[in-house]
């Protein structure tokens, strides 16, 4: 394989895992949404609330409040966004959405117990996913930033206090809080901690995968002009 076709091979797998992480987190999101009576994610609880008082959907003001941060941290940072944090932003809203059309919500507290707990693991592992091959961090992690870098604080107190100015801005909303919004807040990072490794070592392979093939492409023909590529390369 060529180097230019490498460079396009990795550029494949790194857009396609975050693409596909963003859809798994939105996935996440909405199943936590159908167990909603347990409360929801800090952040979400905020666009919730939106939805329930000027109507529109949860997915849309997702993407409004992530325009809105965008904006203030591009002005802020003096720079244009990346690519990947305006497909963040996009994305996850219209998924969401989707994924919230599609869902039913369990109709017993076992079932909400269960989705929402399905919901919290699925969201940990698309962030992972997504995170992992570096294309652009999202909106509300951008503003988390530059917070840190005004304030002097660190990340984890930004983020904290991010998250509880939110939820609180959420529920006066109308936005549903519980133990479970108390638990994604504690304990996501935490699960994303285990998560992150093993989505960096699914991307890697891949990533060696394209590497071997091109070792194998390089390799000089033998003399009957059947190259045995089913060969383990080393």
Known sequence: MPQQQQKIHNQV?????????????????????????????????????????????????????????????????KQWPQIGTILNMVLIGVFIDFFN?????????????????????????????????????????????????????????????????????????GGPVGIGTVFIALFLGTMVGYSLPQAKKLLNFFLKKGERNEDIYKRPLRADNHDRTGEKVR
């Open 101 to 173: 059309w599609i869902l039913p919500a369990p109709e017993h507290l076992w079932t909400e117990i269960l989705v929402f707990a399905a919901g919290t693991t699925v969201m940990a592992y698309g962030i992972g996913i997504y995170v992992s091959p570096g294309m652009g961090a999202g909106p509300r992690d951008g503003l988390m930033l530059v917070l840190t870098d005004v304030t002097g604080w660190k990340v984890s107190t930004v983020r904290n206090w991010n998250e509880i100015i939110v939820a609180v801005f959420g529920w006066m909303l």
């Open 13 to 77: 797998v790194r857009w396609s895992f975050f693409v596909i992480g963003l859809i798994i987190l939105a996935l996440g999101i909405s199943l936590t949404m159908q167990a909603k009576g347990l409360g929801i994610g800090p952040w979400d609880v905020f666009h919730y609330g939106l939805y329930v008082q000027f109507g529109l959907t949860v997915g849309s003001w997702s993407i409004i409040a992530g325009l809105v941060i965008v904006a203030v941290t591009s002005l802020a940072m």
